[in-house]
């Protein structure tokens, strides 16, 4: 923008200034900022020379970034401005009280959470001013606002939401000498805390408000006459904890438009409507809403829009759908989703003739489709997914208007050909994923449509890949992941606009092109095939992630450094057959999120180059050759998760962990070759849940402060969730990241319920010392394995009190004394191992304990009771193995693959976002 403002030119040449033809001042300033994903606008001080453009009518400062700086006192001498706008642009300070001045002023926006009002007095100056928006500024100082607001003779708009309002309570009788204001038409109070005794002054406040946004506001009750405002046509009433009184909307005979979502309602009274015959647009979404209410609404004739989704609704729908006749000529907006309505069939629809969008979404639907929909030739958007619907899907025949058609996660058995989509000419969005659908088109035909969205997961176009998608000239996003095509990837597919493809667990081979540059903003996810060749090389600066994690790729990945990545957020190429020495130039992807390089050849060191990063999440490196120290993540202050395990790394677990990593939830490190001691600011992980540093060199005391750790010691928390990335130009989807920990000897990987698996596994180290006692603190643990270590001295007595304990490795150690009895207290535990310590004395017995196998007991000479024998032996030997921790995770062993191992999802939502369509 600035780069237009040389001096050397006039300044009315310059971008987003305007001059008066005639006399060449400046009259317009037009500095509003022009977001990208980063940000990109003005900052610093709003300077005082400002005011020198005396001739000034119009100043936009929007959106930028003056980091708590304070408005000029000088802008009140800009006596003809008459737009005013710096909203949302980090302005602090008070409002300065020269803009009084400023008679001319018709439009003020000064929206901004660092900006304090003290008094809005200063308004009733404003003699030329019709809109008026402060909403985020700090009005709790300004206890007569309402007062001020009335002495404003020509508002007729105004924005206070959340500026933390203080009600000023006014006596009923000072009504009558207030003057009800003949301008104000729309009032928005949104977002303060307010409660129900502001209604009588609302309803005095003036004689032609139609719009009145209350949402929010602590509102609690609506009783009858409560707001008494003829001319109101719209209200919002949301996010309140309401409660309706009878006739509570009755004096409202001009509304026109209520939305009452969020409340949340449990009833309504059947006479809360009784007058409001206008009404046209009804939203009673996500309350607790029961079938009785729907006696409320069955006189609203005029209903045009309905939205009921989210409620507790329970009557099968086909009984439900009759008793809104009154309105089946005027409705065109339905929702009805997410209610437990009986399972029960199809509701007939053909007499809703004006019916335009149709949500029904997760409502215990049964049976097949009815062919009724034909009937329906004004209907654009139908959604029927989540239900239990079957049989063959209907033709949609007469369904001309149908633009988004939305049949997932049913039990359809059909056949897709020409004949059901020909009609639909206008269909620009089809999702029939998660059915039992094969697509039978002939190679040839060529769609009467132009979707922008395909999605058809777990359905069959197998074995060949469909030709008709390359007529889809404007397809967005396309997912036929899951769908038995075995076929290479066609050439027509790289040069299409794409922003999302998922073309996942499929049989697809061959190579990709040896360059994707004519691909721009896409996620890409293309894994589980079996494709092989080099990886393709990437356009420069595209905003993109890329997931080609199972496939038969080799080669290196010197693709990375042939170009500035600045887009590339998520890389994932595990489980390939990559190879070489990583590269050193990370620098190249500034703003990456995940990185998967697990499970491939590569070897040599970690460089350094990764540490710079700084907006990494998630890293996994492990199961590769990789040797030499850690790198240094310190500036990787987002790190969620780490796993380094199965490789060749040395040295000693660095210090920074602790110090810098504060968001850390994952820690695995698995099957290495690092030494030292266990630094104690791990302790310092307040979200750590997953901690694994099994098998490597580790020697010293467990640290005490491990019982420390939040996470596993709060019996209610979960780990967060990532809520961050919003790449320009992505639309919505997400990805859930995977950890591997080991059940039972084994490795295995799951994707989902990690946020509520909490584990440490110390085993097959060399630490000394006893099991500190502050360990039995961790009382959310799932999952503790200290196995074959030299650790001595007695279980701690309280460990009974790890109540969430489903599995305790404690095996090859030199643990003595007795099995404590408040063991007993550990009714989740379904794997249980102390072979081969000094334990001694009798299994306690009425538990659990004797159902566990004697194996888990063996090699403790002075340990006797069920399930053992009845006698102590007196002799024998315990048979140690001489190294345990050699033994192949796969190995049949039982002794010693009593482990926990379990590897759940983490939970991880890495959020690529965009404003068009969601997942």
């Known amino acids: ?112 959470t660092g900006l304090i009002g003290k008094d809005l007095e200063w308004i009733s100056h404003l003699s030329s001013l019709r809109s008026l928006d402060l909403s985020n500024v700090n009005l709790s100082q300004a206890v007569d606002w309402q007062s001020s607001l009335s002495k404003a003779p020509h508002l007729s708009e105004v924005f206070l939401d959340n500026c933390a309002l203080i009600f000023h309570h006014v006596s009923p ?62 209200l919002y009433l949301h996010f309140n904890p309401l409660q309706l009184g009878p006739k509570a909307f009755s004096n409202m005979i001009s509304l026109q438009s209520l939305s009452l979502s969020q409340s949340p309602l449990r009833r309504i009274p059947s006479d809360a409507f009784t007058n409001t015959t206008s009404l046209e647009f009804l ?16 006189n609203l004739c005029r209903l045009k829009t309905l939205r009921l989704s ?13 008793q809104l006749r009154c309105a089946q000529n005027s409705i065109e907006e339905l929702r009805l989703s997410h209610n437990p309505f009986s399972s029960g069939p199809f509701p007939d629809f053909s007499r809703f003739s004006n019916l335009e969008i149709l949500d029904l979404e997760n409502t215990s639907l049964h049976g097949s489709i009815p062919q009724s929909f034909g009937h329906l030739p004004h209907l654009f958007e139908l959604s029927l997914n989540g239900n239990n619907l079957t049989g063959p899907l209907p033709t949609f025949v007469g369904l001309a208007s149908l633009e988004y058609l939305d049949l997932s996660n049913n039990r359809l058995n059909s056949v897709i050909n020409e004949t059901h989509l020909s009609t639909l000419s206008n269909l620009t969005v089809l999702d029939v994923s998660q059915n039992m659908i094969f697509f039978n088109f002939s190679s040839h035909w060529v769609p009467p449509f132009q979707l922008q969205e395909f999605r058809a997961t777990s359905c069959n ?34 040069q299409s606009s794409l922003q999302y493809l998922n073309l996942s667990h499929n049989k697809l081979y061959g190579e990709l092109p040896k360059s994707l540059l004519k691909i721009d903003n896409i996620i890409l996810d293309l894994s589980f095939n079996n494709l092989s060749g080099p990886l393709p090389y990437l356009p ?54 995940v990185l998967r390089l697990e499970n491939n050849h590569f070897s040599g060191p970690i460089p350094n180059s990764v540490g710079t990063l700084n907006y990494l999440e998630s890293i996994h490196l492990n199961s590769n050759n990789l040797y030499g120290n850690l790198p240094p993540l310190m500036n990787s202050s987002s790190l969620l998760f780490i796993d380094f395990g199965q490789n060749n790394l040395t040295g000693k677990l660095p210090s920074w962990i602790g110090l810098y990593l504060h968001n850390l939830i994952g820690l695995r490190l698995q099957a290495n070759k690092l030494y030292g001691s266990i630094p104690t600011n791990l302790c310092n992980l307040p979200y750590l849940q997953i901690l694994d540093l099994s098998k490597n060199n580790l020697t010293g005391n467990i640290p005490h402060c491990l019982g420390n750790l939040n996470a596993m010691s709060n019996m209610t928390s979960t780990s967060q969730e990532i809520t961050n990335v919003i790449p320009e130009g992505l639309t919505r989807s997400s990805f859930t990241d995977t950890a591997m920990l080991a059940w039972k000897g084994e490795y295995v990987e799951y994707s989902k319920n ?149 590897s759940m999802a983490l939970g991880f939502i890495i959020g690529f976002w965009g404003a068009a369509f969601f997942f």
């Not at 009800?180 to 209604?199: E, F, R």
């Not at 939203?283 to 069955?298: A, F, P, R, T």
């Not at 390359?470 to 397809?475: D, I, P, V």
């Open 173 to 234: 009788a000072s009504f009558v000498h207030t003057n009800s204001s003949t301008s104000l038409k729309v009032l928005s109070l949104a977002d303060n805390n307010l409660d129900s005794s502001i209604l009588p002054w609302l309803s005095n406040v003036s004689n032609v408000l139609t719009d009145l946004d209350l949402s929010d506001t602590a509102l609690e009750h609506i009783f009858p006459n409560a707001l008494n405002i003829n001319s109101l046509q719209v």
């Open 754 to 902: 990690l946020r509520f698996m909490k584990t440490i596994d110390l085993s097959c180290n060399h630490l000394t010392g006893e099991i500190p006692s502050s360990i039995t603190a961790l009382v959310a643990l799932v999952s503790l394995n200290l196995s074959r270590n030299h650790l001595k001295g007695s279980i701690p007595i309280d460990m009974g009190q790890m109540q969430r304990l489903e599995s305790l490795d404690l095996s090859y150690n030199s643990l003595s004394g007795e099995i404590p009895i408040s063991f007993s207290s550990l009714s989740f535990l379904s794997v249980l191992n102390l072979a081969f310590n000094n334990l001694s004395g009798k299994i306690p017995t009425g538990t659990q304990l004797q159902s566990f196998n004697g194996s888990g007991y063996i090699g403790n000479l002075g340990l006797c009771g069920p399930p053992l024998t009845e006698r102590c032996p007196g002799d024998g030997s315990s048979d140690l193995n001489p190294n345990p921790c050699d033994i192949d995770a796969d190995g049949d062993d039982n002794l010693i693959s009593f482990g926990f191992y379990g």
């Open 283 to 298: 939203d009673l979404q996500e309350n607790k809403l029961e079938d009785s209410m729907v006696k409320s609404i069955q």
């Open 540 to 593: 420069p600066n595209a905003t993109m992630a890329l997931l080609l994690s199972n496939n038969m790729f080799a080669g290196t990945l010197s693709f990375i450094c042939a170009t500035l990545q600045a887009g590339l957020y998520h890389l994932d190429i595990s489980s390939n057959f990559l190879s070489g020495k990583l590269p050193d130039c990370w620098g190249q992807l500034p703003f990456l999120r």
């Open 310 to 322: 989210y409620n507790s609704f329970s009557d099968q729908l086909s009984d439900w759908i009759p």
């Open 461 to 494: 176009f197998g074995p060949h890949f469909p030709c008709w998608l390359k007529y889809q000239r404007e397809l967005k996003r396309l997912d036929i992941s899951h769908a038995s095509i075995s076929d290479s990837i066609p050439q027509w597919l790289w």
């Open 1 to 112: 923008m600035l780069s237009t403002w040389k001096s050397e030119v006039d300044c009315c040449e310059w971008s987003r200034v305007s001059c008066n033809n005639l006399t060449g001042h400046v009259i317009k300033l037009e500095l509003q900022a022009q977001w990208s994903e980063f940000g990109e606008g003005l900052g610093g001080n709003i300077d005082s020379s400002l005011c020198d453009l005396q001739h000034l009518t119009y100043l936009n400062l929007n959106d930028n970034n003056f980091e708590g700086t304070k408005i000029p006192e000088c802008i009140g001498s800009l006596r003809q401005l008459r737009e005013l706008s710096i909203w949302s642009a980090s302005i602090g300070g008070t409002i300065p009280r020269g803009l009084q001045n400023l008679s001319s002023l018709q439009t003020l926006r000064l929206g901004s």
